[in-house]
């Protein structure tokens, strides 16, 4: 077998430069990697970085420049050059350990998977943290809030699974993601429609799921996720939130065969559940408890279930913006 790495990256030159010292330390590796980059910035502003790198003699080092933003462009762009029977994806604000890559390969051979996933495990960069003048749109919330609800940001950027390495009913997001290159659906693999609001990976995965691909979950083979202080507010995760909330009614009215009773069933669980703890959380936030992000977050998912139809962008041209949140 030959593996392709990708590691699609906007604009985030610290964190390229930390995951590639990763990808360049990986040991056990006994199969060929071609180490791809893919740069989506307009400017290409990664080029002469990545050029400057020499990889290790077991690696070889691709520089793309995709100049449409949008993470489903770079994806393609960068699967359209990769040469690898499987596909390694590591993103751009990722560190992996040295037996990474390793693991996530002995996991794929020991269960002859299609997909496998990782666990991924937050970093908070807090060290300039500070109370931010932005506010949450909705309820007038104060962003600055690292600190009390550090486990809630620890516990939203990271990625858990199973205790035990194994097949699993369900599937993940793309980074942290090993995939047979046969297993790939033919033609465009992510949804280029799906370029500013992502979720672009959950649809190639509910469909792969769909065509009875084998899921496999890499219980070893974790990542460090670093998530900036600019991240690690209610301002910027609650609408994420609300985003990943809008997956089950989006996937019922998105498939080839539309489900639209399926739809309703989940608008009405929404309605319910952004009700209940919309409600709970904002008096919890009032009194400064600890518990306000979590069940913030809850009424925020609800409500994505139920106005499912309307999309947030927080990729693509989304990040032309200046100074655009999580960047």
């Known amino acids: 077998m030959s593996v392709s790495l990708i590691i699609p990256t906007f604009r985030r030159p610290q964190g390229l430069k930390t995951a590639l010292a990763s990808v360049f330390a990986q040991t056990g590796v006994t199969v060929p990697v071609q180490v791809i980059v893919c740069d989506n910035s307009p400017e290409g502003s990664a080029r002469d970085q990545v050029a400057a790198l020499t990889p290790p003699d077991s690696q070889t080092l691709v520089y793309l420049h995709e100049p449409s933003p949008g993470v489903a462009n770079a994806r393609n762009t960068a699967l359209s050059a990769a040469t690898g029977d499987f596909i390694l994806f590591l993103d751009d604000d990722e560190e992996a350990p040295a037996d990474w890559a390793s693991r996530m390969i002995a996991t ?74 046969a297993a790939l659906p033919d033609g465009e693999v992510f949804d280029t429609n799906r370029n500013n609001c992502g979720g672009e990976d959950d649809k190639l995965f509910y469909g792969m799921k769909a065509a009875g691909k084998k899921m496999v979950w890499a219980a070893d083979a974790f990542v460090w996720e670093d998530v900036p202080e600019s991240r690690a507010t209610l301002n ?92």
């Open 108 to 181: 794929q051979k020991a269960y002859d998977a299609d997909v496998v996933f990782g666990p991924v495990t937050a970093r908070l960069l807090l060290e300039r943290a500070s109370d931010s003048e932005n506010r949450f749109p909705l309820f007038g919330m104060r962003s600055g809030d690292a600190d009390k609800f550090r486990p809630y940001f620890e516990a939203f950027f990271s990625r858990f699974g199973p205790a035990e390495s194994g097949p699993i009913p369900d599937y993940y997001g793309c980074g942290n993601s090993l995939l047979r290159r």
């Open 236 to 327: 910027y995760t609650l609408p994420r939130a609300f985003a990943y909330g809008q997956g089950p009614s989006t996937s019922a009215m998105t498939g080839e065969i539309k489900k639209p009773f399926t739809c309703a069933y989940w608008m009405l669980n929404g309605l319910v559940q952004a009700t209940v703890f919309g409600g709970a959380g904002v008096a919890l936030y009032a009194t400064g408890s600890k518990a306000a992000a979590r069940i913030l977050d809850k009424a925020a998912r609800g409500a994505g279930k139920l106005i499912w139809f309307h999309k947030l962008g927080f990729y693509g041209t989304a990040l032309l913006k200046p100074n655009p949140a999580g960047r």
